[in-house]
């Protein structure tokens, strides 16, 4: 079954310079697909076109078959999330959202929305900090708040744009482990610049440097040296990579 279908895709916020242009994108029911590329290259323009936040220049975007804004509730939604912003809301109030709709903004929460609330803390496992402060709490925490605030929703589908910028490579192994047992059950769209250890978790990978470079089940340096400019050795998936200087000259990890 076709969730996301992109065909043509130019959009940003000029035409004179587009953030992605003609792009092609297929994602498939129970896919897990890493997004990556550079600072710049469109990886969140991307994910807010999927979303209808953002109408392209041309090309066409189905999603569940539908045009973006009429499936959007059936898709969680994970954003970056922003170091240090002090905000007092709790991470109950914080899960809750997920279950709010346009068509609900102003109702209150039901003992069902509670219900389902608490039960994705639980299921992720941050269930006693549901009291707490959101800006009490560490990166992977708010991460899996975050997370639980998209599955309240009763997904199909979730996009997460740099979910493990801000946290640690402990917590970020456990993260990903979090997602591929979550893609049993949906598929998962993952924006990331962690290309050697999302490797070993996604189905396939997607390198988009304005344009889409390649979308497949494996990832080759070719692909990656197009996407990122710069000559590039992958070491082996699980593994940080190694980028080479024009020359090979040197390298850094």
Known sequence: MKLIELNG???????EH????????????????AIIGPNGGGKTTLLKVILGLLVPFSGTVKVFGEEPEQSRKRIGYVP??????????????VVLMGRMSSSRIFRKYSSTDRA???????????LQLKEKRMDQLSGGQ???VLIARALAGEPELILLDEPVA????????SFYNLLSKLNGRMAVVLVTHDVGAVSAHVKSIACINRRLVSHSETISEKAVEE?????FELITHGVPHRV??????????
Not at 116 to 126: D, I, M, N, T
Not at 246 to 251: K, N, P, Q, T, V
Request: hydrophobic fraction near 35%.
């Open 166 to 173: 801000s946290v640690d490579s402990e917590t970020q192994h």
């Open 9 to 15: 895709v130019t959009a940003g916020y000029s035409r």
């Open 80 to 93: 970056q999330i922003i170091p240090n912003r002090s905000f007092p809301v709790s991470v109950l109030d």
């Open 18 to 33: 587009p953030a992605i242009e003609s792009v092609d994108l297929l994602v498939e029911q129970n896919d897990f697909v």
């Open 244 to 253: 080479l200087k024009a020359g090979g000259g040197g390298s850094h990890d």
């Open 142 to 144: 708010k991460q899996r």
């Open 227 to 231: 996407t990122f400019g710069c000559p």
């Open 116 to 126: 389902v609330a608490s039960e994705k803390l639980e299921q992720l496992g941050v």
